[in-house]
């Protein structure tokens, strides 16, 4: 009887975590653009909380360390960072964006030049060259592409991200109906 009690509450958190997941999946789906301004958000309340009660531990909590006055800037910096980003989320979220989206763009860039190089300088260790130099030119050209469209890749990035989501919660839902039936045929 408890083991059908635990498998129960397993597969309502499972569930719940499930139902949160396909929802999250759905918005970044639907509205891509409020998702990345939200997440931002959302970043910026946890660094105020963590800079807050930082400052608040190395005061009254006895959060003392060898490092004090950079714990202090760090907290501080946590906080004003926090608050900035909240003045202007939405800028925030298009300065992230761009700042991620561009980082991204190089990266493709890059792997792109250095599988083209390696296949060529190494051609004789391939039986066929022209898969890998295909796999180089469309990385080198994804990278340009996100170079002039940062804001689309973002937004691309977080529908992308969305259904990624949805498909982990229908795994997730699964999940915890197999676990919500197991603790049913236990229960006879």
């Known amino acids: 009887m408890a083991g059908a009690d635990v498998k129960r509450r397993w597969a309502m958190i499972t569930g719940l975590r499930g139902l949160l997941m396909l929802l999250a999946g759905l918005y970044a789906v639907i509205w891509p653009a409020q998702a990345l301004v939200l997440v931002v958000t959302v970043g910026a309340v946890l660094l105020i909380i963590d800079g807050a009660l930082g400052l608040w531990s190395l005061t009254f909590g ?3 360390t060898g490092n004090f006055w950079f714990d202090v800037v ?3 910096l946590a906080l004003f960072l926090g608050v900035l980003i909240l003045v202007s989320p939405v800028l925030s979220a298009i300065v992230a964006t761009l700042f991620f989206v561009y980082l991204f763009a190089f990266q493709a ?3 792109g030049v250095m599988e083209i190089v390696i296949a060529v300088r190494e051609r004789a260790l391939y039986s066929k060259i022209w898969p890998v130099l295909l796999s180089g030119v469309l990385y080198v050209l994804f990278g340009i592409a996100l170079l002039f469209a940062p804001l ?9 991200a969305g259904i990624l989501m ?5 795994a997730l ?3 915890a109906w197999r676990l919500w039936q197991g603790a049913g045929a236990s229960d006879s």
């Open 62 to 64: 006895g959060g003392k």
């Open 74 to 76: 760090r907290n501080a």
């Open 109 to 111: 860039i890059l792997v």
């Open 152 to 160: 689309m890749g973002g937004i691309v990035f977080t529908v992308v």
């Open 166 to 170: 949805i498909l982990f919660a229908v």
């Open 173 to 175: 839902l699964t999940i």
